[in-house]
């Protein structure tokens, strides 16, 4: 993958990108020393946000009621592929396999085409979005309240709302969305058209 920086301290791009002006620990939570470390993090925290499969964080002792016992202030988020309950909620995924699942592949491309993959990680930055904004919304609830509490953000249900126009075509209708290349499924003209040089 492309790297940036010196020779001998090459960063990935991504990785620059993404977490550029914040500081990282690297913790093993199956180490009693490191998760002990972890629950002095929590203590002093005002959000913590985990990715993992439901029931992960129970299993290292560190899932919400066990953080909130530590800081009840504090706002637990977590973020997995189907959410913390429900039928599929023990099921991994990321990215890519969320925009099959939901449905974003099978209109994305043109109309004779296989479905297609977002050019964008489109699933894991709205579930990230959806995420950000919920904290935001807590901080100030929390501030209010002195409560701390848990958000679930299911990345499929995240993705499913960002494609409200195909979705409530589905469900208001029944009518199965389909691929139309760069056009609208309501509007025109609006696509990209090929222009003489």
Not at 12 to 25: D, Y
Not at 97 to 111: D, F, K, L, W, Y
Not at 150 to 178: C, N, R, W
């Amino acid at each position: 993958p492309p790297h940036t920086g010196p020779e001998n301290d090459r960063l990935s791009e991504n990785f620059a990108s993404l977490n550029r002006n914040k500081r990282s620990v690297t913790l093993d939570l199956k180490n009693p020393d490191d998760n002990a470390k972890a629950k002095n993090l929590i203590a002093n925290a005002d959000v913590l946000i985990e990715n993992n499969r439901p029931g992960v964080m129970k299993r290292l002792g560190l899932d919400f009621d066990s953080a909130l016992a530590i800081n009840p202030k504090l706002i637990y988020c977590s973020i997995s592929a189907y959410g913390q309950t429900g039928p599929r909620a023990n099921e991994g995924g990321f990215d890519v396999t969320i925009q099959a699942m939901s449905g974003i592949m099978s209109v994305t491309g043109e109309p004779d085409g296989a479905p297609v993959k977002c050019g964008v990680p489109v699933a894991d930055f709205t579930a990230g979005l959806y995420g950000a904004m919920s904290i935001c919304a807590q901080l100030r609830a929390v501030a209010q309240t002195g409560k701390g509490v848990h958000i679930d953000v299911p990345m499929m249900g995240t993705s499913l709302a960002i494609a409200a126009l195909q979705t409530s075509e589905y469900f208001g209708v029944g009518k199965d969305p389909v691929k139309l290349g760069s056009a609208h499924p309501r509007n025109a003209p609006y696509q990209a058209f090929t222009t003489i040089k």
